[in-house]
Structures are given as structure tokens and as C-alpha cells.
């Protein structure tokens, strides 16, 4: 789907309410703030959302998009976090700083702490078509016009990056010159930046108008052509999760005023 | 709440979504220039200048929201307060008339720029281990680092060095953009002092 | 259908009026084409019809503008939705983008409407048939073509049943064959009867094969007002800058030389052109 990372698919995970999904994934970012060490992390990642998103079809993409993401924090984090972490054990020297083993634990806890995280973000984006997790929230109260920014903009960002390329590919051939200084590339930004957000701006009024000729902004209840399953099921394992969350949280902050 | 209010018009909505557009879209250019700028919270700076601070925060909120929705940069969901303070500000800046010369306006960028470096260092330093998942970035930090300061003080110090001239060069952008908007636009937005529009006695032909 | 007496309007902080006195009487289910120089007021009589003069652009007007029973300048753009349908140049523009399929692009009126589920597909299913979007029913909008992308807009607004369909260039964008795609279904609708179109164009050799009547405007007024053949052959249209139809052009050229009498009319369609030259 233009501009997302949804993969379609008709497995039990795509099926569950966009709710439900949601509420996995805070009980992951919960997972990621509260677990204690690299150990529990990681294997709650290969136990939990591993299994998760092979049930829905998508371990391939899941891994790949889990792998952009982390690398370069994993990069980050052992250098900044393992040299410069005070520390018993020396791995390694370099120019005068001294890879610790405790920096680079603490560097990797860190990046399981932000794959735990954002695993279940792109588990929820990789299973769950954007629009159905919005119509989802505006049927717990979320505005439609919020929904409609949010929709539209990941539907149109596309577009603006074509504009973008049409619009650096006439500036060359035009002979704009790249390799100048810095002060000169600065001022080539105006006339690059400019034309596309200036067409874009005028283009708001026609849009705004093509809404309202829809009947937008008219006021009173909404409808939807397209359905969200739900079960008393779900429903009720939605609060579980909540009250587990709410536990995790509990639990952490005992251990932090305990120790 | 009436100002809130008229924030929030079909006008503003369809104005937040290319907004945010263009906040993704225009990334590219920067880097095809050969410039270290981000440019992205072009969009954001708009909303807040044209329609006003409420829907200039709530666009660079959402702008994070959609980043983490492409899946390319799903981390940006951290700093949605940081780009909901830059959309707000904007409001503020340009309520002020601001944006009036393009002086102005770079200073207005330039309190943006560090409001915004001071304000998601702790993010990067408390929630990211005192990186940003952006080789560049991360590099410069490292460089702090090894200068033998912590990890608050070299994020802060990263950001301080890349935001400010970022939000320079996007509030100059937005200014440049504001002089060549038609002022029947401007004037739908009305955001800018001294903008009022005037109404003259009509006649017929 | 549409009853317009004497309607001035103003844009803000404009001083000249950009309708001026307008007085027109459309019947149901005619076809009626419009043309006229640029700035002549043929897209503020189109935003006059369907209430975003005054609604969205504010300004000032006076006279009567009524479209069936409904007083368009005294009711709000939220009732004048799904009444009366207005359609654009820029197919992108139009395409709502808060949905991902064509189906459900042309369902985002219905729900905004709050019709039943049922009545939504319902609708949805009877317009991707009138309109031939069937085969694009699943596809993104923003996967098709120039041509298709105006079709999945006139569709949009049809669903919402108007009983008046105003476009203002819809196919100014667009080739000769999404041209052709667009006044194929404008002639479905008109030749069905029910629906009243009202089309600015440019493109006069169409207007000609398929427009009940046509208007020309000049400086905010109507100026001309009769039978399409009529009129687009007046050769008032050539000094107000709008033009005339190939077949015109020839003809005329050829008149000029003698070959043909001056008596034969001017053609302005095809067949009538074949009839002229024989």
C-alpha cells in the first residue's frame, strides 16, 4: 500500500481488531521499559513477537524492517555506550579509549529495549491497514478530520516526493551547479523548496473544497462502508492487557523503590 | 475556545494534511543538495505561521505520528512533543509579526532551533541510551563524548550545532514562501497581524 | 430546476462584481455547456450554483440563486452537499486521499452523508457500474490514470445522488481519450434525465456533439444564450476571445474563398461539417 508498510494478508493476526493490535503493542512498549536485563528482552522478543508475527505471515518483513531499524542504534550504541561507560573489563583500545564489557552490555540493553519497542510498532504497522486502526480510534472517540490528516498525508507524501525529483531534475538541467560551497547551496534551497511548497499550498484550497462538495464538514453522526470485526473475546482481552500493563508498571516501581 | 475553534476549519484540515506531506516529501532536496539539514518540519512551521499555534502543534504531532506510520523513521513518535512545541511556536512567532522580515524571521528559526536542541536532548540521552538511531548525528555526539562530556550534555551540544541553522533555513523558506503566496490565500488564513482584510465598498459594473 | 434572477457577487475586497447581474433559467435534466474568456466569471458561477460563493469564499452578493426548492446562498455548504455535486480540473486534487481503494474513495461522501452501511454499497455498486470503474474498484486512487482519476470524482459526487452536477474544466487535464471517457458518461447521465449538468469547457468541438445549450460570458455577464449549434457557431464568440470549433474554422475559411455560398450555416460538429462540404 502506497506509503506504508502494511502487507496484506488474511492470517488470524490481520484479522484481530485494530484495538487489540494497538493495545499488544503498548504491553510491548511496557515490556521494553520494564524489563530488567538483556536476557529477559530478548527472549521476550523471540518468544512474544517473533511467533506473533510469524502467525500472521510476516517473519520475512518483520526481520528485515526490525533489522533497518536497529542496526544503526545498535552501531550508535556500542561505540558511545561501550567507550564511554566506566568499566572493569577492557575489550578493546582504540586511540586512547577503552571498549568496557559493561559499556557494551549496558549499549545492548539499551537496543533490546528499542527493538522490544518498536518491534511492536512495526508488527502493528506491518498487520494492520492504516485506515482501519483510524476508523477504529474514531469509533472510540478520535475526530474524523484527525483520521483524515493522518490517512491523507501517508497517502499524498509520495507524490510530493515525485514533485520533489521533477523539480531537482528541471533545476539541473537547467544547470544548477551542486558542487559549490556551502553558502551558495544554501541559497539554491529557495528556489528548489520554494515552487514545490508554494504549488502545494494553492493546491489546499481545491482540496479543501473537493471535501466539502463530500459533505465534511457536515454535522451529525458518520457512517462506514468498511466493517471491524470485533468479539466479547477481544474486548475483554483488551482490558487484560491493560491490567497487565498497569501491573508491569506496578512491579517496576516497587523494584525501583525497594533497591 | 473560539480561536481554537476556527484553528480547525475543512481549510486548516486540508492545509495539516499537505502540510505534513510536504514535511516527508521535501526531504530529499537538502540531501540532493549535499546539505546536513533535516527540513522537516517545513509544513509544520506553515500551519503554525498561516492558520495558528493549536493547529501548528497538532500538525507536528501528527507529522511524528505519520512518520512512524511509513515505517521510515518509526522512532519519530518520541519527539511528536518537540515538533507539536515547533508548530506552536510558529503560531506564536507569527502572531507576533515575526515573520514580517525575513531578519526576523531567521531569528525567530534560530530560538526554534535551540528551543527544539535543549528540549529532545533528555529524549535521545534518557529514552534512546544518548543516541538518535542518525549515523551523523550519532557521530557528532560520539565526538562530545570522547571530549569527555555526558551523555545530556553532548546531546544537547549535537543539537545545538544541526537544529538552529535547520530552523534558519525553514523559517527563511517559510518567509520566501510567505512573500509569493497570493495575498487572497493569506488572507484565508489570517494568522499575521496587521493582515486584516479589508473590505472596501462594493459597486456594481 | 436552477432559477437565478439578478445575482451580483463579490470576492473580498474585490470592487468590480465577478457574476453581475445574472439572470438564468435551467431546466431539468438539460445539458447546458459554458464558455467565456478567462476571468469571465465561469468558475464563480460555478462556486455561485453550488454555494461556495458566498459559503467558502465569503464576499458579498445580492439577488436570487435557488437550485430546486433550496436557496443556495442562505444554507450551509453541509446541506448543499450530495444536492448539488461540483466537480474540477485537478483529478489529484479531488481524490479525498483518506481512502485506499477506488470503492471506498467513492464511498467517503455516503459515510460523511451517514447513510446505512447497506445503502452505502448499495450506491457505490450502481455508480462503479454507470461510470465503467468496476475493473478499478480494488486499485488505489492514486494508482490510475489522468482520465480514470477525473472518472473516480464525477463517480464520488454521483453517488451522493445530486440533482445538479456542475464541473468546471474536468477535462482541461486530461487527453483526447480521457476527454472522451468523461462526456461519455456527462451524456449517459443527461440522456438517463434526472440530473442537470452544467459544464464550463473549453473544449468546443465536444460541447458541440453532446451540450443541450450553451452560455457565454463576458466581464461577469451572460452575453450569449441559446442552442448549442446556434451559438457555437455565432461568430460574436471569435472577438470575445473564445474561440470556435475546428469545423467552424474550416468552414468559415472556405466560405470566404467563394467555393461555398454564404448562405449555408456555419457547422459545428462533425456530421454537420460532412453535410457542409459536400
Known amino acids: ?259 | ?205 | 430546476m436552477i432559477r437565478i434572477k439578478d445575482f451580483c457577487y463579490w470576492y473580498p475586497g474585490q470592487d468590480q462584481p465577478a457574476l453581475d447581474g445574472i439572470d438564468l433559467e435551467i431546466p431539468e435534466g438539460q445539458f447546458c455547456g459554458v464558455v467565456g474568456p478567462n476571468g469571465a466569471g465561469k468558475s464563480t458561477l460555478c462556486y455561485a450554483l453550488s454555494g461556495f460563493a458566498p459559503h467558502f469564499f465569503h464576499g458579498t452578493w445580492e439577488g436570487e440563486l435557488q437550485v430546486g426548492k433550496r436557496d443556495v446562498p442562505r444554507s450551509t455548504l453541509g446541506e448543499l452537499a450530495g444536492e448539488i455535486g461540483l466537480v474540477f480540473q485537478n483529478s489529484f486534487n479531488q481524490i479525498s486521499g483518506a481512502r485506499f481503494t477506488v470503492r471506498e474513495e467513492i464511498a467517503f461522501g455516503l459515510e460523511n452523508l451517514g447513510l446505512k452501511r447497506k445503502e452505502i454499497e448499495r450506491r457505490v455498486e450502481e455508480t462503479l457500474a454507470l461510470i465503467d470503474l468496476e475493473a478499478l474498484a480494488e486499485r488505489s486512487p492514486f494508482a490510475l490514470s489522468g482520465g480514470q482519476q477525473q472518472r473516480v470524482a464525477i463517480a464520488s459526487i454521483l453517488a451522493m445522488q445530486p440533482k445538479l452536477l456542475v464541473l468546471d474544466e474536468p477535462t482541461s487535464q486530461l487527453d483526447p481519450r480521457g476527454t472522451q471517457e468523461v462526456f461519455k458518461i456527462l451524456d449517459k447521465l443527461a440522456g438517463r434525465g434526472g440530473t442537470t449538468v452544467v459544464l464550463v469547457e473549453h473544449k468546443l468541438e465536444w460541447l458541440a456533439a453532446f451540450a443541450d445549450r450553451v452560455i457565454t460570458f463576458s466581464q461577469g455577464r451572460i452575453v450569449l444564450d441559446g442552442s448549442a449549434k446556434k451559438i457555437l457557431a455565432d461568430e460574436k464568440l471569435l472577438k470575445l476571445g473564445v474561440g470556435q470549433t475546428q469545423f467552424t474554422q474550416a468552414a468559415a475559411a472556405v466560405q470566404k474563398k467563394k467555393f461555398i455560398p454564404r448562405s449555408r450555416p456555419l457547422p459545428v460538429t462533425l456530421k454537420q461539417a460532412q453535410k457542409f462540404f459536400e
Open chain 2, 1 to 205: 475556545m473560539n480561536g481554537f475553534r476556527k484553528e480547525f476549519s475543512t481549510f486548516s484540515i486540508a492545509l495539516m494534511a499537505v502540510a505534513i506531506a510536504i514535511n516527508i516529501g521535501a526531504g530529499q532536496i537538502p540531501r540532493a543538495v549535499g546539505l546536513p539539514l533535516y527540513l522537516d518540519s517545513i509544513g509544520t512551521v506553515l500551519v503554525g505561521v498561516l492558520v495558528g499555534p493549536w493547529a501548528g502543534a497538532l500538525t507536528g504531532f501528527l507529522a511524528n505520528v505519520v512518520w512512524t506510520f511509513t515505517g521510515l523513521f518509526p522512532q519519530a513518535i518520541a519527539w511528536a512533543g518537540v515538533a507539536a512545541i515547533i508548530g506552536a511556536l510558529a503560531g506564536v512567532f507569527a502572531q507576533s509579526g515575526w515573520l514580517k522580515e525575513w531578519w526576523r524571521a531567521a531569528l525567530a528559526g534560530l530560538i526554534t532551533g535551540v528551543v527544539a536542541a535543549i528540549l529532545s536532548a533528555p529524549i535521545a540521552a534518557y529514552v534512546f541510551g544518548g543516541v538518535t538511531g542518525n549515523a551523523g548525528t550519532d557521530a557528532i555526539v560520539a565526538a562530545w563524548r570522547a571530549a569527555g562530556f555526558d551523555a545530556l550534555f553532548s546531546n544537547v551540544a549535537q543539537g545545538t550545532m544541526s537544529d538552529p541553522l535547520d530552523k534558519i533555513v525553514t523559517y527563511l523558506i517559510v518567509w520566501a514562501v510567505l512573500l509569493a503566496l497570493p495575498q487572497r490565500l493569506k488572507a484565508r488564513f489570517g494568522n499575521q497581524s496587521g493582515q486584516a482584510a479589508k473590505t472596501r465598498a462594493r459597486k456594481r459594473r
Open chain 1, 1 to 259: 500500500m502506497h506509503g506504508t508498510l502494511f502487507v496484506s494478508g488474511n492470517s488470524g493476526l490481520h484479522r484481530l481488531h485494530p484495538l487489540t493490535k494497538l493495545a499488544l503493542t503498548f504491553l510491548f512498549l511496557v515490556f521494553a521499559a520494564t524489563l530488567p536485563n538483556l536476557l529477559w528482552l530478548l527472549a521476550a522478543f523471540v518468544i512474544l513477537l517473533v511467533p506473533m508475527s510469524a502467525w500472521g505471515g510476516l517473519l520475512r518483513p518483520f526481520l528485515r524492517s526490525c533489522l533497518v531499524v536497529i542496526t544503526p542504534f545498535v552501531i550508535s550504541l556500542s561505540i558511545i555506550q561501550g567507550f564511554f561507560t566506566p568499566g572493569e573489563t577492557p575489550l578493546f583500545h582504540l586511540a586512547g579509549f577503552v571498549l568496557t564489557g559493561e559499556g557494551l552490555l549496558a549499549g545492548l540493553t539499551v537496543a533490546s529495549r528499542i527493538l522490544m519497542a518498536l518491534g511492536g510498532a512495526l508488527l502493528l504497522m506491518l498487520s494492520t491497514r492504516p485506515d482501519m486502526l483510524m476508523l477504529a480510534l474514531t469509533r472510540s472517540g478520535l475526530p474524523g478530520s484527525l483520521a483524515y490528516v493522518v490517512l491523507t498525508s501517508i497517502q499524498i507524501f509520495p507524490r510530493f516526493q515525485e514533485r520533489a525529483q521533477v523539480i531537482l531534475e528541471a533545476q539541473q538541467a537547467r544547470g544548477l551547479e551542486i558542487k559549490v560551497n556551502i553558502f551558495k547551496r544554501l541559497r539554491l534551497l529557495v528556489p528548489l523548496m520554494g515552487p514545490l511548497v508554494l504549488s502545494s499550498i494553492v493546491d489546499v484550497e481545491e482540496r479543501a473544497m473537493a471535501l466539502e462538495a463530500r459533505a465534511f464538514s457536515r454535522p451529525g453522526r458518520k457512517t462506514s462502508l468498511l466493517a471491524l470485526a470485533d468479539s466479547p473475546g477481544q474486548h475483554l482481552a483488551r482490558w487484560g492487557l491493560l491490567l497487565l500493563m498497569l501491573a508491569l508498571i506496578g512491579w517496576s516501581i516497587w523494584r525501583a523503590i525497594s533497591s
